[in-house]
């Protein structure tokens, strides 16, 4: 089980990452875009994964990490159980999410220039 701090603690020890309010949710950003929010009240986190990446972290445990139900989850938002997933598991898929997201950001600051 993961507790809120822990998230943000996790969140926090990558390069460039702020957090911020989204909506009713806590959204952790790299080069302002966000790879990962933290629901408080559902005690869950969201984390933006590509295909591969969604596709291998939900096949280890279908309710605690799975697609989001709807055309979000198509685009690699994935939901994770707090109450449920192993922090090893966790920090494995933030991880992913980080970097997929700041890879991308990366890519499009060096075409502009």
């Known amino acids: 089980m993961l507790k809120p701090e822990d998230v ?4 926090a ?5 702020m957090d911020s309010p989204h909506h009713h949710i806590i959204s952790f950003k790299v080069k302002s875009k966000v ?4 629901n408080l009240e559902e005690n869950r986190a969201c984390l933006k994964l590509n295909a591969v990446d969604q596709d291998v972290f939900s096949t280890i445990q279908k309710e605690i990490i799975y697609p989001v139900p709807n055309a979000w989850g198509k685009y690699g938002w994935t939901l994770v159980n707090l109450k449920k997933v192993r922090k090893s598991v966790f920090t ?3 991880t992913c999410a ?3 997201v ?11 220039k």
Do not use: C, G, P
Not at 8 to 11: D, E, H
Not at 13 to 17: A, D, Q
Not at 102 to 112: E, G, I, P, T, V
């Open 98 to 100: 980080y970097f997929n």
């Open 13 to 17: 020890s990558f390069e460039n990452v």
């Open 8 to 11: 943000r603690k996790i969140a």
């Open 92 to 94: 494995d898929a933030i």
């Open 102 to 112: 700041s890879a991308a950001s990366l890519k499009k600051q060096s075409l502009r």
């Open 35 to 38: 790879f990962a929010t933290l």
